[in-house]
């Protein structure tokens, strides 16, 4: 796959939400960047639906760029640890933090796109499978957290 004009806007669309989501904000003197992805999954339950779905964006347009069944794969696996680890209460935002799927996802996309691969057509369903899962997943640990918080709230 050459990188057509279509490739490179998609690609900078995706490298500037990974910015914004996992390293727009510098902590002054500790040369250390967070972005608005630990902040707004302090929101339970609609914090981490908004983050997941911006993820799964970020697959689906890699999906739509061509991106091989075992790159989608690891960037489920990118997501699936920050959802899973990130519902922990308080370490889950620090860990937040820490991970950066977004951005691990996008430097698997940027690396597709400098060294591609062909994709076949069992690609394009996996990557369907993929994102079904993914949404289900994040619609899913969205509702457990507003569960649990409810949960709290009423001790």
Known sequence: MQTNSRSRQSLQRLQGISHLLDNA???????YRVGLDPLIGLLPGGGDLMTGLISIYIVFEAARLGVP?????????????????????MVGDLFDVVWKANARNVALLEHHIRHPRPSRNADKLFALILIILLLALVIGFATLSV???RWLLQL
């Open 147 to 149: 569960l649990i918080v």
């Open 69 to 89: 069944a075992a790159t989608l794969g690891r960037m489920g696996w990118n997501i699936l640890v920050e959802l899973v680890l990130g519902t922990l209460p």
């Open 25 to 31: 904000i510098a902590i002054p003197g500790l040369g």
